[in-house]
C-alpha cells in the first residue's frame, strides 16, 4: 500500500508537468510523454527509497532487540 | 448508489457516511463558508485535544495520574519520534509535528465511533496538512541552506552527462512528496470506513441466519481500523520528521 502510493504519486505527478507543458507550450503530446517517463523513474526512486528506510528500520529494531536480550545472559556471567 | 434491499427496506449507501452536510450555512462573498460537519469534527478534534493536554497536566504531581501519563507517553512519544528522525536540531520543530500527530490521531480516533464523521477520508484535508509540511519544510530548508538547498536535488557522484536528466527524476521525486503523504492517510481512511459499512450492509442483508460471519469479520476488522488509524498518524508525522532531517542536514 505504501510502495503502490508512492509510484502513483510520481506517474501522477510527471504526468501532470508535463500536460501542463504541453498545454502552455501547444506541444501536445511529446512533454506530457517524456514526463510521463521521467515521473515513473521519479516513483521508482521513491520506492527504492522507503523500501531502504523500512529495511534499515527492521534491521535497526533487529540489533536493538539482540543486544536487549544479549544483556540479560551477560549480566548472568557476572 | 443507494439500493434497497427488498427484504428489510433497508437503505444500504456504504458512501453516505463522506458527505459534507453544511449545519451552518454561511455564504460570504460568493464564497461557501459553511459550518460542516467536516468543521464541526475539527473543531471538535481540537477542542478534545487541548483538553487532554491541558487538564491533564493540570495538576503536574509528580507521580502522574492516569491522564496525566497518558499525556506524558503522548509527548515522550512524539519526542522520540522527532530526535530519532530529525536529530536534536529538529527538536526546534516538535509542536508542529506534536500538533500533526494528535491532530490526525485524534480525527482518526473520533472517525471510528459511530455516526461520526472521519475528517481525516477527506483528501482535501489531508492535502492542506501535507502541503503544510510540504512548504513549511522547503521553506526550513532554504532559510538554513539558502540556493545551497538544491543541492538536495543533485544526487552525489554521477556523471555529468546523466545529471540534467537525474536532477528532473529527482525534483520530480521531491515535488510527489505531498501528493503520497496526503493519498496515503486519504485512501486508508477511506478504504477501511468504506469496507466497514459494506460488511455491516451484509450483516443487515443475510439476517439472523447467515449475519453472523459478517459480524464475525466486522469486529475483526474493527480492531484493525483503530490499528490503521493509529498507524497512519505515526507514518505521516514520521515522514514529515524525515523530511524536516532531509532539510536540515542535507547528504
Known amino acids: 500500500m505504501r510502495l503502490a502510493v508512492e509510484l502513483v504519486a510520481g506517474v501522477g505527478v510527471g504526468g501532470a508537468i508535463g500536460w501542463g507543458l504541453d498545454w502552455w507550450l501547444g506541444t501536445k503530446p511529446i512533454f506530457f510523454l ?5 515521473g515513473i523513474a521519479g516513483g521508482m526512486t521513491n520506492v527504492f527509497r522507503s523500501a ?13 532487540e539482540r543486544t536487549a536480550g544479549d544483556s540479560p545472559s551477560s549480566r548472568d556471567e557476572v | 448508489m443507494a439500493t434497497p434491499s427488498a427484504e428489510t427496506g433497508v ?20 464564497l461557501d463558508v ?11 478534534a481540537v477542542v478534545l485535544i487541548s483538553l487532554f493536554t491541558l487538564a491533564s497536566v493540570g495538576s503536574r504531581s509528580l507521580v502522574p495520574g492516569r491522564m496525566q501519563s497518558l499525556a506524558e507517553l503522548s509527548y515522550e512519544f512524539v519526542a ?7 536529530g536534536t536540531e529538529g527538536m526546534k520543530y516538535f509542536p508542529f509535528i506534536f500538533s500533526l500527530f494528535m491532530f490526525i490521531l485524534f480525527a482518526n480516533m473520533l472517525g471510528m465511533i459511530p455516526y461520526a464523521f472521519t475528517i481525516t477520508s477527506h483528501i482535501i484535508i489531508t492535502f492542506a496538512l501535507a502541503l503544510a509540511v510540504f512548504i ?39 515535488l510527489t512528496r ?51 488509524a493509529f498507524l ?11 523530511y524536516l532531517n532531509d532539510a536540515l542536514h542535507l547528504h
Open chain 1, 52 to 64: 531502504r528506510r523500512m529495511n534499515a528500520a527492521v534491521s535497526e529494531r533487529q540489533r536493538t
Open chain 1, 34 to 38: 517524456l514526463f510521463l517517463g521521467l
Open chain 2, 34 to 44: 459553511s459550518f460542516t460537519n467536516s468543521s464541526l469534527f475539527m473543531v471538535l
Open chain 2, 11 to 30: 437503505v444500504l449507501d456504504p458512501m453516505h457516511q463522506f458527505v459534507v452536510q453544511p449545519i451552518v450555512p454561511l455564504h460570504i462573498g460568493g
Open chain 2, 232 to 242: 497512519q498518524a505515526y507514518v505521516f508525522a514520521i515522514l514529515a520528521c524525515i
Open chain 2, 136 to 174: 513549511g519544510v522547503t521553506a526550513i530548508g532554504f532559510m538554513k541552506h539558502g540556493l545551497g538547498y538544491f543541492r538536495l536535488i543533485v544526487p552525489h557522484g554521477a556523471p555529468a552527462v546523466l545529471l540534467p536528466l537525474l536532477v528532473v527524476i529527482e525534483l520530480i521525486s521531491y
Open chain 2, 80 to 86: 522520540n519520534m522527532v530526535r530519532e528522525n530529525a
Open chain 2, 178 to 228: 505531498p501528493i503520497s503523504l496526503s493519498v496515503r492517510l486519504f485512501a486508508n481512511m477511506l478504504a477501511g470506513h468504506t469496507m466497514l459499512k459494506v460488511f455491516a450492509g451484509f450483516v443487515v442483508m443475510m439476517g439472523v441466519l447467515g449475519g453472523w460471519l459478517p459480524l464475525l469479520a466486522m469486529v475483526a476488522f474493527t480492531g484493525l481500523e483503530f490499528l490503521v
